[in-house]
């Protein structure tokens, strides 16, 4: 009978001089991507939670606004059009529905 455990674990074949084993392991989380541009992003362990969470809040996410959530380009984006709605250039329902979250977030949090 297999183990509860074991069930939800990937199985690889080993060679060993006796026989084939079969070897059971717990596969890394996927990278973490960007809602918005589907890109991997850079500064977040790639790392499962337990070991993640041993990690110092500096070394867990970047230290920027939607530092860890957003990447780089679409972060810029988002300020962009916080900017033009703060200069009332734009207003919200003019915004794409992507960025249109991110958006409202940034400015409750620039006013």
Request: net charge positive; charged share 40%; with cysteine.
């Amino acid at each position: 009978m297999v183990k509860p455990h074991e069930k939800t674990m990937k199985k690889k074949m080993r060679k060993t001089p006796s026989k084939n084993k079969r070897v059971f392991f717990k596969e890394k989380p996927s990278k973490k991507t960007c809602p918005v541009t589907g890109e991997a992003l850079k500064g977040v362990p790639h790392a499962r939670k337990y070991k993640a969470n041993k990690l110092s809040k500096t070394q867990r996410r970047p230290s920027v606004p939607f530092g860890g959530v957003l990447s780089a380009r679409a972060r810029e984006q988002v300020f962009i059009e916080t900017g033009k709605i703060a200069a009332g250039v734009k207003k919200i329902d003019d915004i794409d529905e992507k960025y249109k979250k991110f958006v409202k977030q940034a400015l409750k949090r620039f006013e």
